[in-house]
């Protein structure tokens, strides 16, 4: 096991809710996510850490909300996206061909954080091993809810997330009281038919 993939099962092992992924998908797969992630596939399966803060997804499962999402945007021209991981709050992690891991959406405030990844360019492989290993549990929990929203909640399946009803893009409020569990793929791609993406160029816009 690679140093940075170590460092990050001691900050948010152990897993949960393994799911064996089956050869097939590793096929589909090869030659378009870096050979270091179908690695991390083979010998742990998709699931979940730190309680369920963040999953390794199957981006198959997720073409529905890449396409509603990014579907009709240039994005898609520049480069072919798939989303291979998830917070519990629904931020996206899309690794793209080319550019590796240079873009997040977080569907709760219709924005993403496009990036540049210098080291995507050089090595996809080590790239993937750095976005591991510089994983941090604040950047997943969504204003430092998710204690709480676990406590109230319950952990959470593989096929869900927290999400906020009414969604905050209807007006909802931003509250702890209106989260749920609802179902991960069909809530994300509920919310991308509500607002339009908005591109953040730098967080202070966030």
């Not at 899309?94 to 496009?114: D, H, M, R």
């Not at 909802?172 to 509500?194: C, P, R």
Request: hydrophobic share 40%.
């Amino acid at each position: 096991m690679d140093e940075d993939f170590a460092g990050f099962l001691e900050d948010f092992g152990p897993a949960i809710e393994q799911r064996h992924v089956p050869p097939s998908s590793i096929e589909r797969y090869r030659g378009k996510l870096p050979d270091q992630l179908l690695s991390y596939w083979k010998e742990h399966g998709w699931c979940g850490y730190a309680d369920g803060l963040f999953w390794t997804v199957d981006p198959q499962e997720y073409e529905p909300v890449l396409d509603a999402w990014i579907g009709d945007t240039p994005f898609m021209e520049k480069d072919a996206y798939h989303i291979f991981a998830r917070s519990a709050f629904g931020e996206l992690y899309l690794w793209g061909e080319k550019t590796g891991n240079s873009l997040n959406i977080f569907p709760p405030g219709s924005y993403c954080l496009p990036r540049e990844s210098k080291a995507a360019k050089k090595d996809m492989n080590f790239a993937m091993q750095l976005f591991f290993g510089a994983l941090d549990r604040e950047d997943n929990d969504f204003e430092g809810m998710f204690a709480q929203t676990l406590k109230k909640l319950g952990r959470l399946h593989s096929s869900d997330m927290y999400g906020f009803v009414p969604a905050l893009a209807l007006g909802g409020e931003f509250s702890l009281k209106n989260l749920q569990t609802v179902k991960a793929v069909e809530h994300l791609v509920i919310l991308a038919q509500l607002a339009p993406l908005e591109v953040i160029t730098h967080p202070s816009q966030i």
